[in-house]
């Protein structure tokens, strides 16, 4: 694992500390409303770079003005950008002044960037046997990595060397502008080769060798085994001239003309009196503290220090004095005349990004209207502009059509980004008005939800009183409750643009908090803006698709519903030798326990006997009367839940079922469902089964549904890397045949049906952390050959138990448990004095790593499926939903067989586990036909 050597010298990437400070820090502000979270952000991460490395001799370095040599090479380089905001640009100045105050040269070379006088002083160092550590975000850096030359990120502190850069890219450090070369780079407008992105990128150089040996083997490009290899060469030959235009302008310049000597890159002391002079200025109080008191510097002056080791270092974002968490609405804003919406426009199109929010009179987000939106741009300032109002007296306001036609370039652009809380909502509630918000980068609920999944609810009122002490404005305090309760648009603008400009004021702080924590772990930065934003535009499509039901099929269904519950309440009642309330656990109680004396398996908080699901199924093994009950509340539920409701649900306007997916609800990362819950109906009995033929595909389509085959006990195996299982699975066998082969020595073809139902019980209930008492139970065994069996089960396959052990073990020291992606579970009851929690916080870690690397692989898959879908020209195929580990499709008739196919190669390659990934793919003019 690399290291920081000892004293290296240090080269700052400047530039990438400010963008990055600035979008990860609060936007500050002095007094006189001078922007100053840039400089502060900057200058926190120097102080802590110098705290861990110690360096005698240290650079930092910023682009200049003006073109560089690139924009010779390629006029487009980098001209997608948005220009520097106002609130940055008044930053470079003083943080210049304060970084040389602090006694650490700086640069700034015309003509070159930064990367490129880094480059030069890390190869010349480097060619004298100097160690060198570069502090930058910027993946370019890679191709400058050698034994000597070693990066750090300092937002999450990793440290990459020629090992780990091989690692984290799939190839070393001298391939890497190769790689660039070939798969482009979005944030440099660097073009690449169409269609080459980073997987295909690594297969041609891990296959073949760099640029220049892939064009004189193009023949040989045909024989890799990747996806498109077969037609890559003529891909690659067409856009030649692109790949090396790309491998020029990707290419860092190392003898750039630099006439700096060793001296002047020498760490100095720092400069005290011009640091209190801009620290006054810009009112930093705590760091004018600390320099009255010597400690300002204190890395620089404590050599003896021990570091800090990397993967323990993070950079918290905690607010000093300078932040204030009291949330003032001087600067709140309501718009009313169109002169005020101009300049608000300015400042939106000027800002780089900002927070966002609509404002609607329901929750539908089939039906609903838009009544207004707010923005903000900066802490405490923040604009609400109504145009739905329509309570009686209300004051003129701007006409709907004028403020999206002016809003829809902005919600449209791809680089302003927006932030919100729950934006799937906002897109789809402007889609209805002909708005397809892009730009999408950071979703408050889901910042949170990823944080800490169980930290508790992630709606924007609890986590504003969670991370901003700070109590929102409540709805129902304006509108009222009950009957008489008002909808957004019948409230008084004066009511209505205070509550609206906070929602967007608090989305924007919420975020500046949440991003500067997320960003201090690289793995849950990656669930974030890999798996679960990416996600959300999506959801937001499959939502407004909707599916298809016959209401007929379930009203049909209601009627023998109703029959057979009203057949089972008269044997209930037959069995009980009385009439009573089957949905009644008080009567229920009265009847099991006092009157026919059934054990009591369990009690409620209350001290009662308990008649919940758990108790009824176990009580069912022996007992008749608890069958009966536990069958009807099951197809009572399946009546009012779905075939009663389901055709009441069905859109005036589209004819279709429109459902909500919810991404922050599950402590795993799966997604849940309501309006219908689709995740609920069941599947292994028929009356589930009948309610899945109601969802039907419509004229000329099929219903085509690819559903991962025993996905959690694959990523079982992978996981615990258990050589019996990894071997079971490569070579395809039936995996509950086989753990019955070995637990109960028998011969494959000689398991009896029995034998492997007992398998299936173990390789499940392990998953779920399941006891022996549980597996006897299930199984109707006793305790004792229930633990003979696991015990063999174990014996057979020791990885699994070594898994087990090591998460338990895992969960305990860190209080939670990661995804195969990085996704954190905690777990706040791993070290309970109650026994009955702690145990279940460890089959709970168990669990968690395989349920939630699961949720990440069908969201990976949701993601990749849906970037093929839009590069079809014609919509042959629609994703209508997600239930556990199947996604469902309409499907053209004309493009089932080549579509499906497509589906599973996407859904079986989104990851690599240690086995393939199989997916089966059924189709049908109903649901249930197609599972």
């Known amino acids: 694992m690399a290291q920081i050597a000892k004293n290296p010298l240090v080269l700052v990437d400047g530039s990438s500390y400010l963008y990055r400070a600035f979008h990860a820090f609060p936007p500050l502000t002095n007094s006189e409303g001078i922007p100053t979270g840039a400089m502060y952000g900057v200058l ?8 861990q490395c110690q360096p005698s001799h240290i650079v930092v370095v910023f682009d200049a003005k003006g073109k560089t040599f690139r924009d010779e090479l390629f006029a487009e380089y980098k001209s997608h950008r948005p220009p520097m905001p106002d609130d940055l640009r008044v930053q470079i100045e003083p943080l210049h002044q304060m970084v040389e105050g602090m006694g650490l040269p700086l640069l700034v070379i015309p003509g070159v960037e930064a990367d490129d006088v880094i480059g030069t002083l890390a190869k010349n160092a480097a060619a004298q046997g100097r160690d060198v550590l570069i502090s930058t975000g910027d993946k370019d850096m890679a191709q400058l990595v050698t034994p000597l030359i070693t990066l750090i990120n300092t937002m999450n502190n990793t440290i990459l060397g020629p090992d780990e850069v091989c690692e984290k890219y799939g190839v ?77 302008l990707a290419t860092i310049k190392t ?153 829809k370039p902005l919600l449209e652009s791809e ?148 029959q057979r519950l009203q057949e089972l309440e008269t044997q209930a009642h037959e069995l009980a030798g009385e009439p009573f309330n089957l949905s009644s656990p008080k009567q229920l109680q009265t009847i099991f326990y006092e009157k026919q004396k059934l054990p009591v398996l369990k009690k409620t908080p209350g001290g009662a006997p308990s008649t919940n699901e758990e108790v009824l199924a176990e009580l069912a093994l022996d007992y008749p009367l608890p069958k009966i009950i536990l069958e009807h509340r099951g197809l009572a539920k399946l009546k009012t839940t779905y075939t009663d409701k389901l055709p009441l649900m069905v859109n005036a306007v589209s004819g279709r079922v429109h459902t909500s997916y919810h991404q922050a609800v599950t402590a795993t990362g799966r997604l849940s469902s309501s309006d219908p819950n689709l995740q609920n109906i069941p599947v292994r009995n028929d009356e589930g089964r009948r309610i899945r033929q109601a969802f039907i595909a419509p004229e000329n389509h099929i219903i085509l549904a690819a559903d991962y085959s025993q996905i959690e006990l694959r990523i079982m195996a992978h996981l615990s890397g258990d050589k019996g299982l990894l071997a079971a699975f490569a070579q395809g066998k039936d995996i509950h045949r086989a753990t019955a082969s070995e637990v109960f020595g028998t011969a494959l073809e000689q398991v009896t049906g029995e034998q492997r139902r007992s398998a299936k019980a173990i390789n499940f209930g392990l998953i779920y952390g399941m006891s022996a008492f549980g597996l006897a139970r299930q199984l109707g065994i006793q305790r004792g050959e229930a633990q003979r069996y ?73 993601i990749a499926v849906d970037g093929w879908l839009s590069q079809q020209d014609e919509p042959l195929v629609r994703m209508i939903m997600q239930v556990h580990d199947e996604l469902v499709f309409e499907v053209h008739e004309s493009a089932v067989e080549q579509s499906g196919e497509t589906i599973r190669q996407l859904m079986e390659q989104c990851v690599e586990l240690a086995i393939p990934l199989k997916v089966d793919v059924g189709t049908g003019l109903n649901w249930d036909e197609a599972h």
């Open 172 to 248: 070393p450090p001298e391939l890497i502008i190769d790689f660039l070369a070939l798969m482009g780079d979005a944030s440099d407008n660097i073009p690449g080769v169409p269609g080459v992105g980073e997987k295909t990128a690594q297969a041609l150089l891990q296959g073949l060798g760099g640029l220049d040996t892939l064009y004189s083997n193009l023949d040989k490009i045909a024989d890799l085994s990747f996806r498109g290899a077969k037609t890559m060469s003529a891909k690659l030959e067409q856009h030649k001239d692109a790949a090396y235009l790309s491998y020029k």
């Open 44 to 51: 926190n991460m120097l102080r802590s770079l110098i705290s």
């Open 415 to 562: 680089t302003l980004l927006k932030i919100g809380q729950n934006l799937k909502f906002d897109q789809s509630m402007l889609a209805r008005y002909g708005i397809t918000l892009r730009g999408i980068e950071f979703d408050t609920m889901l910042e949170s939800y990823v944080l800490d999944s169980v930290a508790g609810r992630h709606d924007m009122d609890s986590l504003a009183s969670r991370y901003l002490s700070h109590k929102t404005i409540s709805f129902d305090e304006l509108a009222g409750k009950g009957k008489n309760k008002l909808t957004f648009n019948q409230l008084s603008i004066e009511d209505a643009g205070p509550y609206a400009a906070e929602d967007a004021d608090v989305t924007l702080r919420l975020h500046q908090t949440l991003w500067a924590q997320l960003q201090t772990h690289e793995g849950l930065t990656k669930v974030f803006k890999e798996i679960e934003m990416p996600l959300v535009p999506i959801l937001s499509k499959i939502e407004r698709t909707g599916v298809l039901i016959d209401s007929k099929i379930l009203e049909k269904h209601s009627v023998e519903l109703a």
């Open 790 to 862: 696991m015990d063999l089960y174990f014996e057979r396959y020791p990885g699994v138990l070594e898994y087990m052990e090591r998460t338990r073990v895992q969960a305990s020291e860190e209080g939670y448990v990661e995804t195969l992606f990085g996704r954190r579970l905690y777990l706040p009851d791993i070290k309970s004095s109650n026994g009955m929690r702690r145990k279940g916080a460890e089959r709970a870690a168990i669990n968690a790593p395989m349920q939630g690397t699961a949720a990440d692989i069908i969201k990976k898959a949701m």
């Open 255 to 407: 003898d750039v003309e630099l006439d700096i000597t060793d001296d002047q890159l020498a760490l100095r002391s720092p400069d005290t009196e011009l640091l209190k002079e801009l620290f006054g200025r810009y009112e930093f109080k705590r760091w004018l503290a600390e320099l009255d008191s010597g400690s300002f510097m204190d890395g620089k002056k404590s050599p003896s220090t021990a570091r800090t080791p990397a993967s323990a270092t993070v950079i918290p974002f905690a607010p000093g004095p300078e932040v204030s968490a009291t949330l003032s609405q001087e600067d709140y804003e309501v718009i009313l005349e169109q002169a005020d919406f101009d300049r608000w426009l300015a400042l939106l199109k000027n800002s780089g990004q900002f927070a966002f929010d609509t404002e609607t009179d329901g929750l539908d987000y089939m039906s609903s209207n838009l009544v207004g939106v707010s923005f903000a741009i900066e802490a405490g300032k923040a604009a609400y502009v109504p145009f739905g109002h329509d309570y009686i007296g209300a004051p003129d306001q701007l006409r709907s059509e004028d403020v999206l036609a002016s809003l």
